[in-house]
Nanobody, 118 residues
C-alpha cells in the first residue's frame, strides 16, 4: 500500500511563497496521477493541482499562474510551489495518488497546514 507524507507547510505572510513536498513510499512511476488538494475550515476538500505520469497538469482556476506542480521521479516526490499566497489559500493541503489498472486505488497523505496571514 502506497504511503504519502507531506511536508513544507507553515505560516507565511500574504504575497509570500511556500513549497510543499509529498514523498511516496514507492516509485511514483506506478502512480498514474498525483495531486494536491486542500480543505479550509467549513469547506469541502477541493483539487488544487494534479499531474499525470506523462506530465499533463491541471490547476484550479484560483491558483493558475501562482502555483506550480511538479513530479520528481528520481526522488519519488511531487512538489507544489506556491507563490503570491493569499489568505484565501489558508487550508490543510493533502497529497493524493491514484493508480492501478483502472485507477481503482486512491491514497491520501495526512496533510500539512498552510496559513497565510494578511
Amino acid at each position: 500500500q502506497v504511503q504519502l507524507v507531506e511536508s513544507g507547510g507553515g505560516l507565511v505572510q500574504a504575497g509570500g511563497s511556500l513549497r510543499l513536498s509529498c514523498a511516496a513510499s514507492t516509485t511514483i512511476l506506478v502512480l498514474d496521477e498525483m495531486g494536491w488538494y486542500r480543505q479550509a475550515p467549513g469547506k469541502e476538500r477541493e483539487l488544487v493541482a494534479s499531474i499525470t505520469i506523462s506530465g499533463i497538469t491541471n490547476y484550479a482556476d484560483s491558483v493558475k499562474g501562482r502555483f506550480t506542480i511538479a513530479r520528481d521521479n528520481a526522488n519519488n516526490s511531487v512538489y507544489l510551489q506556491m507563490n503570491t499566497l493569499d489568505p484565501d489559500d489558508t487550508a490543510v493541503y493533502y497529497c493524493n495518488a491514484q493508480y492501478g489498472r483502472f485507477r481503482q486505488y486512491n491514497r491520501w497523505g495526512r496533510g500539512t497546514q498552510v496559513t497565510v496571514s494578511s
